[in-house]
């Protein structure tokens, strides 16, 4: 008798949660359907391109001259971890549509260009640290704008490589 009063509340336990967790599944997917969307276009105007996680590495490992560019904090991340051989240089995430000194640690497009180098035809590749994350969208576009003809943007940053298993840097 006890356990046909508990059968409903039972099954109310499997059953309700079902709708719930079809709920997140869709929302979750119209999220990252935003997030595409807005690296297509973020893609699209800056006028470069993108790397996978894999990608990258195969470039690194086979020696490909290239400039790498890690537009995350120096001390809040860069010092802690960084992909190997990358150089840092601060980018703010909200669009920059003019230099601000004030948003890159005080260095300004003539530093910019310097750590690129000359030769503007020379892989540049930048990257932050998620795929959320926009400071290497604006390095990018920057880099771009400046003349750089071979951008590379690696959307999927740190968390990314880190999620691949592939070695990362320190200062020490």
Known sequence: MKIRQLAPAILCCFL???PAIADDKFE????KE???IKLARDTQAGAYQLLTA???KKMLDEGKPMVLV???PYDASY???HLPGAKQFLFPIARMSAWDTKETDGRTE????ALLGADKDKP???YCGFVKCTRSDNAAAWARKLGYTQVYRFPGGLFAWKGAGFPLEAVK
């Not at 979750?28 to 999220?31: L, Y």
């Open 16 to 18: 309700l949660p079902g």
């Open 28 to 31: 979750a997917e119209t999220a």
């Open 34 to 36: 935003a997030e595409a």
């Open 54 to 56: 894999a990608e990258l």
């Open 70 to 72: 890690d537009t995350m």
């Open 79 to 81: 010092r802690k971890e």
């Open 110 to 113: 003539a530093d910019f260009t």
């Open 124 to 126: 540049v590749v930048v």
